[in-house]
């Protein structure tokens, strides 16, 4: 749902410079050498790579806001944007399934939760909340969501386990995913929690709904566009201080997706999307941008094939000594640390992916291709 009623270009800017920061982070040439704002917090914290998932579900969002505006003044129905919209999240949710069993395809560690199933689930209950209540009701889910989910995470007892808290794996979260997905978790969390998993998912919802307020904002026909920057400018601050007070008492922690985390990154998510527009759509400032608009057309495509790449390049391999290495191992090893140090060695190992990905996603925007699900 990339299109709008008059093509917004700084959106697909901003999720151009959001799925290449999602690539290069995601894939170093060691996870051991990443310089700290290119690595999640280890728990509570926000780092600029913690900044990049729900800066997504925003651009989700906004998208919503304005894929449907377009649709219904077409004469779309509801139920027809319903049914849509149900079946592009069911595709992106079997894609992440995908990739989770890639390349192994091994169904005994089976992970459910993932990266694109939680966008899909994002997508689709914002999308009914988008279709089915109005805007007032809309902040009103907002704020719901995050006070709700504050007062269970910190008043409510954990069965088993006793009072709440916030730890790793006796938080409620953590109960509840294992509750219903004993054994399909993944091992980052050694089975005990994913920072993916069902409970967490309900507050990322509500940073979808930011895209879509902020959507709503931005079709206003009621507002200039000068006014409209004013608006989120002041409510992009407004959101990155609250969040910051909140997080006194219910600290940022992007693997729970605190409410205060939420609000945050939200806030920096209007901020970020408030300067593109800025730039790129009322100064016109849109001289070599055309390389990262690439990546935002094809922004499911790009992120899909970058996980097969770095799937692919960390396969281990027996080499003439009969040790194990995997592509990767050897380009960091052998090449790239006789070049640089291991820190600089590992970005300029994303670099590279990321360079590989460019000639697909270069190839499709040249010849005017947008691969939609």
């Known amino acids: 749902m990339e299109e709008t009623n008059t093509r917004v270009t700084s959106l697909d ?33 926000c780092t600029a790579t913690d900044l990049i998932f729900p800066i997504f579900l925003f651009i989700v969002g906004v998208s919503i806001a304005f894929a449907f505006d377009k649709s219904i003044s077409k004469g779309k129905t509801r139920r027809d944007l319903l049914i849509k919209s149900i079946k592009r999240a069911v595709i992106i949710f079997m894609l992440g399934l995908f990739l989770n069993l890639f390349p192994d395809f091994d169904f005994t560690s089976f992970r459910i939760p993932g990266v694109l199933q939680r966008i899909a689930l994002v997508f689709v209950f914002c999308a009914v909340i988008n279709l089915y209540a109005g805007e007032k009701s809309q902040y009103i889910w907002f704020i719901s969501i995050l006070v709700g989910y504050f007062i269970i995470m910190t008043f409510v007892p954990i069965p088993g386990i006793g009072r709440p808290n916030l730890d790793p794996t006796n938080n409620f979260s953590a109960w509840f995913d294992r509750l219903l997905l004993n054994g399909y978790m993944g091992g980052k969390g050694k089975g005990l929690y994913d920072s993916t998993g069902i409970f967490t998912t309900v507050p990322a919802v509500a940073s979808g709904l930011s895209g879509v307020l902020v959507g709503h904002l931005f079709l206003s026909e009621k507002m200039t566009d000068n006014v409209k920057l ?19 008492e219910f600290p940022m922690i992007k693997r729970l997706w605190t409410s205060s985390y939420v609000l945050y990154t939200s806030g920096m998510a209007i901020l970020f999307f408030a300067t593109s527009y800025w730039f790129i759509d009322v100064l016109g400032y849109q001289k070599k941008i055309k390389p990262i608009l690439a990546f935002g057309s094809n922004a499911l495509i790009a ?15 027996i080499d003439d000594n009969g040790t194990l290495n995997s592509i990767k191992d050897l380009m960091f090893n052998e090449v ?5 140090n291991p820190y600089n060695a590992s970005l300029v190992y994303s670099i590279l992916s990321l360079s ?18």
């Open 303 to 317: 992120y899909f094939a970058a996980s097969i790449l770095g799937k692919s390049t960390s396969l281990k391999i």
């Open 13 to 45: 800017f901003f999720r151009g410079a959001t799925v290449i920061a999602m690539i290069v982070v995601n894939d170093p040439g060691s996870s051991k050498f990443r310089y700290q704002q290119l690595s999640h917090a280890t728990w509570e914290g």
């Open 356 to 373: 590989i990905l460019f000639i697909l996603v270069w190839g499709l925007f040249r010849r005017n291709i947008i691969i939609k699900v």
């Open 230 to 248: 004013i608006w989120m400018f002041i409510v992009g601050n407004i959101l990155l201080v609250v969040g910051w007070i909140w997080s006194f």
């Open 336 to 340: 790239l640390t006789r070049i640089f």
